[in-house]
């Protein structure tokens, strides 16, 4: 099993650009979470979906911010424009709805610079 | 609003000695909570997790405890390696709200050797 796929794992944009974060979560699970890791806020749950099905977006910091998942095998998180502090890593993570274990399994994360 | 605390940035230990990482929660709707470990540049990875109906739960050098009453939960690792430094995040994950599950800000461990 591959895991969970992010990409890309670097993006160094300017103020103003569109900046696409992409994920490719494990296959067979169900739900899919979009977490932003800062110095001061730790690891924020941003959006989260089950079943393709967005399901809590209160995270999402401004309407700059969107996500999707069309399919299951795939989600897009979008920013923009976009702003310096946005700056942070971005991860992506999923697990089986019902897991009794509830456990995540994580992204290796794409660490965005807004310069 | 921060549903689930960790109010210990950091936490240095001796080789050899216990680490115990501490948080706290706001939310006594929480179902599950789960200690994730964090190596830079990795993803964060599962270490273990406490039914909200139990108060302890082992795994080798790692236990972790619960106290509903005082809504706090603890890790502790037994002996500490170097290899356990990295950063130790609690979360929090309920059945209703669709299995929402909630960070802490993260403590880093430094285990001397």
């Known amino acids: 099993d591959a895991g969970v796929i992010q990409s890309p794992r670097h993006e160094v944009t300017e103020m103003g650009q569109e900046v696409t974060l992409r994920c490719k979560p494990i296959s067979g699970h169900n739900s899919l979470f979009w977490y932003r890791q800062t110095m001061m806020r730790g690891l924020e749950l941003l959006i989260y979906?089950?079943?393709?099905?967005?399901?809590?977006d209160s995270g999402m910091p401004e309407d700059r911010f969107s996500a999707k998942m069309p399919n299951a095998s795939f989600s897009t998180l979008k920013i923009q424009p976009s702003e310096p502090r946005d700056s942070a890593v971005y991860f992506c993570a999923s697990r089986t709805t019902g897991d009794t274990n509830e456990k995540l399994f994580f992204g290796s994360g794409t660490q965005l610079s807004v310069l | 609003d921060q549903q689930v605390k960790q109010n210990s940035p950091s936490l240095s230990v001796q080789e050899g000695r216990i680490s115990i990482l501490n948080c706290d929660y706001t939310?006594?709707?929480?179902?599950?909570f789960l200690w994730y470990k964090k190596y830079p540049a990795e993803g964060p990875t599962f270490l273990i997790s406490i039914s909200s109906i139990k108060d302890k739960n082992e795994d080798g050098r790692f236990t972790v405890f619960l106290n509903k009453s005082a809504k706090h939960l603890s890790l502790h690792i037994v002996p500490s390696q170097p290899g356990d430094s990295a950063v130790y995040f609690c979360?929090?994950?309920?059945?209703?709200?669709?299995?929402?599950?909630?960070f802490g800000a993260g403590t880093r461990l430094f285990v001397k050797a």
């Open positions: 939310n006594s709707m929480f179902d599950y």
């Open positions: 979360a929090a994950s309920s059945y209703t709200g669709g299995f929402k599950t909630i």
């Open positions: 979906f089950n079943n393709n099905v967005p399901i809590d």
